[in-house]
Each structure stands twice: as structure tokens, then as C-alpha cells.
């Protein structure tokens, strides 16, 4: 295919007419047209398109399509089909009233080649070029960010189904690339055992004979996998990604032990963050996040949130969904400084929060603000809590409340990787103080020892906890709310919660269109005067007394 028309075209005079003749206050794609037709040029995707062959349907076309479909949350075929029959759509395409469109399937390519050519956020973008041009993007001022889970485009499985699903998923592979040389291995059993669904079939329900079910698909398993590393077997079946997964799942899954196929038990796995859940979808993990648990995503949105201005997204990243919210607020804050977007304040809640992520915000002129998690140690409250202890980074000594100092001073890393310092006091000085079974009362004949961030990030906590107490920063950051109807538009309008895809690069595409999407509709509703929804009061509610 090659591309011959990388803009929008002029809107045919008949199509213009129909078009204001049924829909005098125009629609979303008739008003993107008018206000936002630069947006869908599709210079930007040129270099995705040969200059040589078949024409292809024009990527501002493919583009202008995409984002639609995802403000209207329709399928592929749901949008092919608007092309060919929703006058407002060949108003925005610039299309005659008889054409006919083009198959569905040319969006799936149309992605597929975003993908490929590293060009997912290359709409996102020029939907914030295009806001910035018209003075409605204020990055200098707030900005705040929330994540949302999503859902894998598949459907949670046992282990018994996992290891199942994943022998027959590597057969079926091996099957269309080298269908005589597999034919010649395999038992006659096997057909029956992998040859469809293992969750069509009705698996033990006791656990012993499940075990047993499991541990007959290991050893063929591991059968198969001797077979295709054998210097017999064809070379292209060991470069078949299906074979390449069942190796890694047997490898976490199973081991040989006396010349046997055994199940390895619950301490010998690797961690649930290294682990795939699906052979059908290799990237999506397992979270668990406020008593949610899940298979899939997560997702980070951050947003403008200036009075004067529309609240527009200046930033998505997608994860597995194994992934912290704390270990995101540095690469968040990277990006947006690579684009010119730093905000001068941000605003987060507990998730994002801990010492080093506000020590660096600090150094990087940022006003972080969010509440810090709890210290929930023992020793956390009271009189003789860590904050309570003075100390003095100079001379490298740490003062108790009684005025006792020690200076033993140990820099240390943490088993969590965190660069940490711990002061241990002399068993005697402390042997000797009346309150020693309140301050340590579990270190019976040794001295309190306590644990210190360093220097710029104890500081920052300390700055931090003192701030919450300050009616001032609640007033700030009571503003950090509003994320919480962003990733409620999202989820509720625009299907953010369940991914389409399978995979983690087709799945951030669809965030990043999804926020284009959302992006796109916040301007025209700020061009329009569409005022923005107010927080819903149910009738109950209304009849509670004034104070």
C-alpha cells in the first residue's frame, strides 16, 4: 500500500449540506472537523505508509476514525460501519454521501503500524500542540495524577487451566510451522488431553487427582521440550514464541527430581511480578490494590487542573499491573519535563508518596503534595517515636528525648534497596534509663536502635508531616479529588477499565487514544460553553439541616 493524500480533503458541497440540513448544532465529529482539522493531517504518519503500490485509506482518515471510536466506544466493525452510513462521520472524513468506506479491518493495520513504527503517542501529542496553540493548555501551574486498574483482554484461569492452556497453546504453534515432524511425537493421548480447551474439559475436582493431572501435563511438557531441543527437530521450532513461553512456564512452574517431572511448591516460584497469568497475553500480571485484586493493567493519568482553563491529560503511562505507584512518580516526572509540561505543584494521594520521591521532587523544583503513608512499626507513636530523636547530620549523633546521645552510625541499604542509616544506642545508656520499656521495650539487655532515611529525604518527610498539619495544604490539595472523575469518565465513557488488546504496547495505544479521545471531547466542550457536571446530591441527601 502507499499513501497519496496525507490530509484532510475538502468536504464535499452536498455532503456539507445533508450534513447541517439533519444536524443544524452539529455533533462531536462534525465540530472536530471544523475546530481541530490540523489534529488529523496525517503528515505525522507518512513514514508509516510506502511510497510505492496499492493506495491505502489515508492515515487522517484512519486517525480521525480511531478517536471517535473510542469517544463512542465502538468496535472495529461498529466504526467501519459509521464511516459508511452516519452522515456526520463522512462530514468529519470529508467523504461523498456513496462512499462506501473500507473494511474493518484496515484499523487493526492501521494500529498494528503505529506499533510497529514507535508512533502510539504521536496523536496524544498533537491533541496537546493543538490545545497549546489556542492558549488552553497550562502546564506551569497544578497538575495531579491518579492510576485506574485495567482488565486483560482474557479470562482469569487456574493453574491446572494456565499450564494446560500453555502446552496446548505451543502444540497448535508447533502444528502450523512443522505439522510431520510433531505428528511423529506426540502420543495418541495427547489428542485428546490438549486438543481443545482445557477448560471444556471437566478436570479432577479432587485435589489429589487434579495434582496428578497437572503433574501428566508437566511431563509432557517437558517431553515435548526435549523433543524440540533435540538436534532432529526442525529449526524454526524453537524460534516459536508459544515454544519459547512453555519453556519459561515450566521453568517457574516445574522441576526434574530423581529423574521425575515434579511441580515446584510455593516458596520455589518466582514472584508473581515475573510470572505471565495467560499464554495468550504474556505482558498482564497480577495486582492487588485497596482489596481489589486483578489480572492485567495498570494505568497513570495526569491532568491539568487550572480554573481558568480545561483539565486536560498531559500524561498516560501504562504497566503491568504489578507495578507501584510510588516507583512511577519519577519517570512521570521525567516525561513531562522531556515535553515541557513540568508542573510547578503536583498533586498525588498516599500511594505516590514516600521520602526519596519528595527529596527528588524538591531538588527538581516541584511542589510534591500528597499525604505520606503511616509508619505502622511498633516504635511509630509515642514519646519516644523515630521523630522524636534529634538529630544532628553534621556530627553524625542522634539525641533522645532524655537527652541521651549515641553515634553509632552505620549507613546501610535496606531490604527493600533503599539507602538507609542505622544509629544504635549504647545497651548501657539505655540500661540505665528509667523509660528503656517504653522506648525498647522488646531489645531486652541492648540498646534502641532506630533507622533514618538520608538526610534529604528524612528532611523532606519531616517537612511533609508538619505541612499536613497546616489547614493551608489541605486546602491545597483538596484539589486532587477531581482525578478521581477523570479516571471515572474514563472507565464509565470511555472503556477504560477492560483493555481490547492483548498485550502491553497494543494496550497503552489504546490508553493514549482513549486520552486523545478524552482530551479532544474536553475542548470542545470548553469551545462550546458546555459546563462541566457538578457533584451529584442525592434527594436524601438534600435534606440534611444547614450548620
Not at 496525517?42 to 484512519?62: N, Q, T, Y
Not at 542522634?398 to 539507602?419: E, F, L, M
Amino acid at each position: 500500500m502507499s499513501l497519496r493524500e496525507p490530509g484532510l480533503g475538502e468536504i464535499p458541497a452536498e455532503t456539507e449540506r445533508v450534513a447541517r440540513a439533519v444536524c443544524p448544532d452539529g455533533t462531536l465529529a462534525m465540530r472536530l472537523r471544523d475546530e481541530f482539522a490540523e489534529v488529523f493531517s496525517g503528515e505525522a504518519f507518512a513514514s508509516l505508509f510506502p511510497c510505492r503500490g496499492r493506495p491505502a485509506v489515508p492515515p487522517r482518515a484512519l486517525a480521525l476514525v480511531t478517536v471517535l471510536q473510542f469517544a463512542e466506544g465502538l468496535s472495529d466493525r461498529q466504526a467501519a460501519t459509521a464511516v459508511r452510513v452516519r452522515i456526520d462521520w463522512k462530514y468529519a472524513l470529508g467523504l461523498e454521501l456513496t462512499d462506501t468506506g473500507f473494511d474493518y479491518s484496515v484499523l487493526s493495520e492501521f494500529r498494528a503500524r503505529l506499533v510497529k513504527g514507535q508512533m502510539a503517542d504521536e496523536l496524544f501529542e498533537q491533541v496537546l500542540r493543538a490545545a497549546k496553540d489556542r492558549g488552553l493548555l497550562k502546564t506551569s501551574g497544578r497538575a495531579r495524577t491518579d492510576s485506574a486498574r485495567v482488565l486483560a483482554a482474557i479470562r482469569a484461569v487456574n493453574h491446572a487451566e494456565m499450564v494446560g492452556e500453555t502446552l496446548r497453546a505451543a502444540l497448535n504453534a508447533l502444528a502450523a510451522a512443522c505439522p510431520r515432524w510433531l505428528a511423529a511425537q506426540v502420543d495418541t493421548e495427547w489428542f485428546d488431553r490438549y486438543g481443545h480447551r482445557v477448560e471444556e474439559a471437566r478436570l479432577p475436582r479432587s485435589k489429589d487427582k487434579r495434582e496428578a493431572w497437572v503433574g501428566q501435563a508437566g511431563a509432557d511438557g517437558m517431553r515435548l521440550l526435549e523433543a524440540v531441543f533435540s538436534p532432529q527437530a526442525p529449526r524454526e521450532a524453537r524460534s516459536l514464541e508459544a515454544v519459547e513461553l512453555l519453556r519459561q512456564i515450566w521453568v517457574h512452574n516445574f522441576q526434574i527430581v530423581d529423574g521425575a517431572v515434579r511441580r515446584r511448591d510455593a516458596k520455589n516460584v518466582p514472584p508473581g511480578r515475573l510470572r505471565p497469568f495467560s499464554p495468550y497475553d504474556t505482558d498482564a500480571r497480577a495486582g492487588a490494590k485497596r482489596g481489589t485484586i486483578w489480572t492485567g493493567y495498570l494505568v497513570q493519568l495526569t491532568e491539568t487542573c487550572e480554573p481558568d482553563a480545561p483539565n486536560l491529560i498531559t500524561h498516560v503511562a501504562t504497566t503491568n499491573a504489578s507495578v507501584n505507584d510510588v516507583k512511577m512518580i519519577d519517570a512521570i516526572h521525567a516525561d513531562l519535563r522531556a515535553h515541557g509540561r513540568l508542573p510547578a505543584v503536583h498533586l498525588v494521594d498516599a500511594n505516590y508518596i514516600d521520602a526519596q520521591g519528595l527529596a527528588d521532587a524538591e531538588e527538581a523544583g516541584i511542589k510534591l503534595v500528597g499525604p505520606i503513608q503511616h509508619n505502622t512499626t511498633a516504635q511509630s507513636s509515642g514519646t519516644f517515636a523515630t521523630d522524636a530523636f534529634t538529630v544532628d547530620w553534621e556530627n553524625k549523633r542522634v539525641t533522645c528525648p532524655n537527652g541521651k546521645a549515641a553515634d553509632h552510625w552505620y549507613p546501610r541499604v535496606s531490604s527493600h534497596g533503599i539507602p538507609v542509616i542505622r544509629v544504635r544506642f549504647p545497651a548501657a545508656t539505655c540500661r540505665s534509663c528509667p523509660d528503656v520499656n517504653d522506648c525498647a521495650p522488646s531489645k531486652a539487655g541492648r540498646g534502641r536502635e532506630i533507622m533514618l532515611r538520608e538526610k534529604a529525604a528524612h528532611e523532606a518527610m519531616r517537612k511533609n508531616r508538619a505541612a499536613q498539619r497546616d489547614p493551608e495544604w489541605w486546602s491545597v490539595y483538596q484539589h486532587r479529588q477531581g482525578i478521581e472523575a477523570t479516571v471515572s469518565q474514563g472507565v464509565r465513557a470511555f472503556g477504560l477499565r477492560r483493555s481490547r488488546y492483548r498485550g502491553h504496547p497494543k494496550t497503552r495505544l489504546q490508553h493514549l487514544f482513549t486520552a486523545a479521545a478524552m482530551n479532544l471531547a474536553r475542548l470542545d466542550a470548553w469551545t462550546t460553553g458546555t459546563p462541566r457536571a457538578g457533584t451529584r446530591t442525592s434527594r436524601f441527601e438534600r435534606l440534611r439541616p444547614a450548620t
